[in-house]
């Protein structure tokens, strides 16, 4: 059973940086796809970035294209999401995804199984 669990999160002030971790065990798939979405109070779930095993491929959403980088841990399969120069409007609740279809848009939290808990973000300015 594959099971996800983020932390990392917390209070920050605008310009300052966050590493949030994605921690997945139970994962047997030859490959998958990682990725963070974010919801922000009254708004809908967006994808954030996502990144494929084994290929390393990777994208992200424009809003945060140049501040945040995904990366991947292959050894612990643990996913990173580094947050650079936070904004107040990056202050959501950060969720991590993982499920075995890489085909489908990677951006529509639908396509996934496998769902964390969630880390809370706050910017403040």
């Known amino acids: 059973q594959v099971q996800v669990m983020e932390s990392g999160g917390g209070s920050v002030q605008a310009g300052e940086s966050l590493r949030l971790s994605c921690a997945a065990s139970?994962?047997?798939?030859?490959?998958?796809?990682t990725t963070w979405f974010r919801q922000a109070p009254g708004k809908e779930r967006e994808g954030v970035a996502v990144?494929?095993?084994?290929?390393?491929?990777?994208f992200d959403a424009e809003p945060v294209r140049g501040r945040f980088t995904i990366s991947q841990d292959d050894a612990n399969r643990t996913v990173y999401l580094q947050m650079n120069n936070l904004k107040p409007e990056d202050t959501a609740m950060y969720y991590c995804?993982?499920?075995?279809?890489?085909?489908?848009?990677?951006?529509?939290?639908?396509?996934?199984?496998?769902w964390g808990q969630g880390t809370q973000v706050t910017v403040s300015s």
């Open positions: 995804a993982v499920d075995s279809t890489i085909a489908d848009m990677w951006y529509r939290p639908s396509s996934y199984s496998h």
């Open positions: 139970g994962v047997t798939y030859i490959s998958y796809r």
């Open positions: 990144i494929y095993f084994p290929s390393r491929l990777k």
